[in-house]
């Protein structure tokens, strides 16, 4: 299967004259395939042992104001928290973010491959990419790798001509526009609070609000995801980082500890 | 898994830490090398120093580790030829990502530590996971002790996180003589429960003034 490695040309060397310095340092970056039987088996045993870090809640939603993009901070290696700070949500251009769910090596390569491919875009064509153009090159893009053992959970948001959008894109190669999206293991957690939450035409405080607590709950029930619910939201004029709180401070806030008077007293029993 | 001509990689143990400061860097490893239950040599130096304020820490495989080092070494010196100056230490950590994601389907068994300062002279540490995810962390741990060592850094070294708004100030940091002691108590209790960590420590200290080296001995058992 030839793999379309187009998107890694835009790196390549640009020493044409240099004839005598060829060689594995001047070619444009490729993927280094192991030589074996069973590829698939390899990949499995290969992740198995490497556990690259993982990251998990994710959720975007488009309303009357523009996008809201929220994100929780943990990623996990196996059982192991690897970081309680990762920024989940990854600034494309100025106009233009996108989320990390799955593998957070795979998610933040690809997308600072789609930075570049969306510059170049712009240079090209002395006009900005639309969402759509910039969801559908990534795409196009893990389709080839498709099978090979990527995890990309990935939502791209933003505002166009078009006005505000919204892209899931995965690493199967599916790609859907959509008003409403939770991606990653504690996505079923945020989903329900959002859904039951959500209206269109809500005040941007408000649909932040709503973010802020569907991340917290998926934090609290799902172990992978945990650290600080950050939410940007996404509107004509550009992104805007909204809030970033630490999960354990917002469980005080919506749960404040309650004193409970205790039902008996021990007394100290005096000294014989 | 046992090597063969569909596995090829081996776990050689040992524990990488690292810790940044206001005004250097501390970078420390033990210098066990194993295989299983093995001990083969007591002497094996898991630190590079790739640049002259940056230095790469790392624990897994030592065969794909000795292969990285001597790529980056080489695609360091190409960087001095071109730019006639010494890359810096974020440049060489988004260098070490992306040659990690381009073994993405063939990783190199690396667990890496970077560390060193950055343009302004503060220093930092950047913590990688095997497949190119790096992240710049006040401190870090990696290898067969790192889940030993990271509890204890935590609840000496954490500070608020980078994330939140509005920002928090961060903890004064440590002297760079409490970041060597703190580093040497570490690997002290690390050694006492980590079977494949021991023998002996060597810490390298980056600052202004250069990069110093020392040696410590740990338990040999």
Redesign the interface.
Known sequence: MKLDTTGLESFASFHGEMDDLHGE?WAP??????V???FD???K??IQ?????KGTTTLAFVFKEGIIVAAE?R?S?GG?V??????KIVEINPYMIATVAG????C??WHRNLGMKCRLYELENKRRISVAGASKLLTNMLYSYRG???SIGTMVAGCDEMGPSLYYVDSEGGRLKGSRFSVGSGSPYAYAVLDNGYRYDMPTGEAAELARRAIYHATFRDGASG??A?VYHVGPDGWK??????VRELHDKYYPAVQVPPEQEMMQVPPV | MALSRDWMYENNGGTCVAIAGADYCVVAADTRLSIGYSIYTRDYSKICNLAEKCVLASSGFQGDIKALQKNLAARHLIYQHQHNKQMSCPAMAQLLSNTLYFKRFFPYYAFNVLGGLDNEGKGCVFTYDAVGSYERVGYSAQGSGSTLVMPILDNQLKTPSPLLLPARDAVTPLSEADAVDMVKDVFASATERDIYTGDKLEIVILNASGVRREFIDLRKD
């Open positions: 340092f970056p490729s993927f280094d395939l192991p074996c039987a069973d088996g390899f990949q045993n290969a042992m490497v556990k690259p870090a901070s990623t290696m192991y690897a970081s309680q700070n990762v920024k593998g957070a090596a795979d933040i390569f090979m053992g990527l650290g600080v950050v980082k909204i809030s970033g709180d630490d």
